[in-house]
Nanobody, 123 residues
């Protein structure tokens, strides 16, 4: 599967942004999909995951209640809706696909990665 992330940009604190991850080659529903982010000088951290088969979701505590991960099978695209954005959300966001089933929380368990998209939240 090939992944193409898009939708990043500059937004003011409190604003919203929706990221898209378009999959090609195979249906994303065959994978567990994840969004990660990496701030400057920091490690890449999990933001949210969604299981391809059932659409079950998992969120990092830092984004719970503010971000929503979802998938559109017809468009073969996974989304990350981000609301109430904070300057601490500033990072490069990556989408990824894992062959493992269920919630996949470890970065090393994702085999396919899209290029990053930069989200900048101004105060």
């Amino acid at each position: 599967v090939q992944l193409q992330a898009s939708g990043g940009g500059l937004v003011q604190a409190g604003g919203s942004l929706r990221l898209s991850c378009a999959a090609s080659g195979r249906a994303f529903s065959m994978y567990t999909m994840g969004w990660f982010r990496q701030a400057l000088g920091k490690e890449r951290d999990l933001v949210a995951t969604i299981t391809g088969s059932q659409g079950s979701t998992y969120y990092a505590d830092s984004v719970k209640g503010r971000f929503t991960i979802s998938g559109d099978i017809a468009k073969n695209t996974v989304y990350l809706q981000m609301s109430s954005l904070k300057p601490d959300d500033t990072a490069v966001y990556y989408c990824a696909a894992s062959h493992r089933l269920g919630f996949v929380l470890n970065l090393d368990d994702y085999q396919h990665w899209g290029q990053g998209t930069l989200v900048t939240v101004s105060s």
